[in-house]
């Protein structure tokens, strides 16, 4: 059963709610009395930095970004305004020279709410102090850095960026303490080349990350390079030709450095197995000898690192020995007719190398010497003629070197 004091007071509320209600919309849309209201967190957009720019001069610092203002108006106004509609700026245009300037900001309202209508309680709350700098701009160079490892038998190059420099704008205090921007890729284990973007970091001279405050640059990420080929250290190698009584079995030899390091042009280019630096004909020693012999490359290599120039081949050879022998046994060929040979000395010295017990035991007439006169200028003067030297048996032995020659005199009978 319904208790009907219970509903009576049911109703007493509901009826004191919508009284006041009324008595409420009735002060604010009749009355509207006047009321004050703080509005706080009320952002400040700050204007004329290009007119700043202009002057040389930028904003480094302002006391604050948020402002919080005490208003009065009619109750129906205030219940309209908040941190969103109303509009504050500071302008900077009319700051001519750096150093620190307190300026005011000017305030907007909703274009439904008239300005007159509305009163500030404290106009300082407006206020705002801006520190103002020289600005000044710089181009500094990226470095690029690869932190990683590389595989067997890969060797990083040398790492580029894009851009290779970038331009900082900012105060020319804080722009001289910065040298050039790092870019750091790898972390890993890279067999083929590197291609990664990254963000760059400011830089000291001393090597340590500089303060950017207020700089702006042309670009905060680059492009990092690292350039990864296959390489190989080759051997380099003399071809020796055998003569003169020795081969290459009995030779010594020794090339330094021993290889250079190459890397293919192209991609996928095979690598030589040995690099010849050229040949050396064994006749023509006639004792131990050193060479410096130009390290030509293969067209399709070029060299990694330091380029090799010049090898030093050293020859000593092992089992062989030289000796002088004076040769006296000498036909002249082609003698002018109705003349005569006088001869200055008694022979030519000729230089024979081979095997020790061989060579020892040479004999002198199995050396034969021909001088061929058919090229005769003058007679009865003395003159130098060519001579051409031959041994009679072919064994391990040879004469060594090929100019050799005689001074006589061609008389006439």
């Given at each position: 059963m319904t208790n009907p004091k219970k509903n009576r007071k049911t109703f007493n509320i509901i009826m004191a709610v919508i009284l006041a209600m009324g008595v409420w919309l009735y002060v604010i849309n009749v009355e509207n009395p006047t009321s004050t209201a703080t509005i706080r967190e009320i952002p400040v957009t700050v204007v004329g930095e290009d007119t700043l720019a202009e002057r040389g001069l930028m904003l480094t610092a302002q006391s604050q970004d948020r402002i919080t203002l005490k208003l009065s108006c009619r109750k129906k106004t205030l219940m309209k305004l908040s941190a969103k509609n109303i509009n504050l700026e500071l302008d900077l245009s009319s700051v001519t020279v750096a150093g620190t300037h307190t300026l005011s900001c000017q305030y907007t309202f909703p274009n439904s709410i008239g300005s007159d209508s509305i009163s500030i309680s404290n106009w300082e709350d407006l206020r705002v102090t801006v520190t103002v700098e020289k600005q000044s701009t710089k181009e500094i160079p990226v470095r690029g850095e690869f932190i990683g490892t590389e595989a067997e038998d890969c060797l990083a190059g040398m790492v580029t960026t894009e851009p290779a420099a970038i331009k900082l704008t900012g105060p020319a205090d804080t722009l001289d303490g910065i040298s050039y921007a790092l870019a750091s890729v790898g972390g890993k284990e890279i067999s083929d080349t590197l291609v990664e973007s990254s963000g760059v970091v400011f830089m000291g001279a001393e090597g340590t990350p500089a303060d950017r405050k207020n700089v702006t640059a042309s670009a905060e990420t680059v492009q990092v390079t690292v350039p990864v080929r296959k390489v190989v250290s080759v051997p380099l190698t003399v071809d020796l030709m055998d003569g003169g009584g020795v081969?290459?079995?009995?030779?010594?030899?020794?090339?330094?450095?021993?290889?250079?390091?190459?890397?293919?042009?192209?991609?996928?280019?095979?690598?030589?197995?040995?690099?010849?630096?050229?040949?050396?004909?064994?006749?023509?020693?006639?004792?131990?000898?050193?060479?410096?012999?130009?390290?030509?490359?293969?067209?399709?290599?070029?060299?990694?690192?330091?380029?090799?120039?010049?090898?030093?081949?050293?020859?000593?050879?092992?089992?062989?020995?030289?000796?002088?022998?004076?040769?006296?046994?000498?036909?002249?060929?082609?003698?002018?007719?109705?003349?005569?040979?006088?001869?200055?000395?008694?022979?030519?010295?000729?230089?024979?190398?081979?095997?020790d017990n061989l060579v020892k035991d040479l004999d002198p007439s199995q050396i034969h010497v021909t001088v061929d006169l058919s090229e005769t200028a003058f007679l009865d003067k003395l003159q130098r003629f060519p001579a051409k030297v031959s041994l009679t048996e072919a064994k391990e032995w040879s004469v060594l070197g090929t100019h050799y020659s005689i001074a006589l005199r061609v008389q006439q009978q």
């Open positions: 081969s290459k079995d009995t030779m010594k030899v020794d090339v330094s450095p021993k290889t250079v390091t190459v890397v293919a042009k192209k991609e996928g280019e095979p690598l030589p197995e040995s690099i010849s630096l050229g040949q050396i004909d064994l006749s023509a020693m006639t004792a131990d000898a050193s060479y410096a012999i130009p390290v030509h490359l293969p067209k399709e290599v070029t060299a990694w690192g330091k380029q090799v120039r010049y090898a030093s081949v050293s020859l000593h050879v092992e089992k062989a020995i030289s000796r002088q022998i004076l040769v006296k046994n000498i036909t002249y060929e082609n003698v002018p007719e109705g003349c005569e040979v006088k001869p200055i000395t008694e022979g030519i010295y000729v230089w024979i190398r081979g095997k």
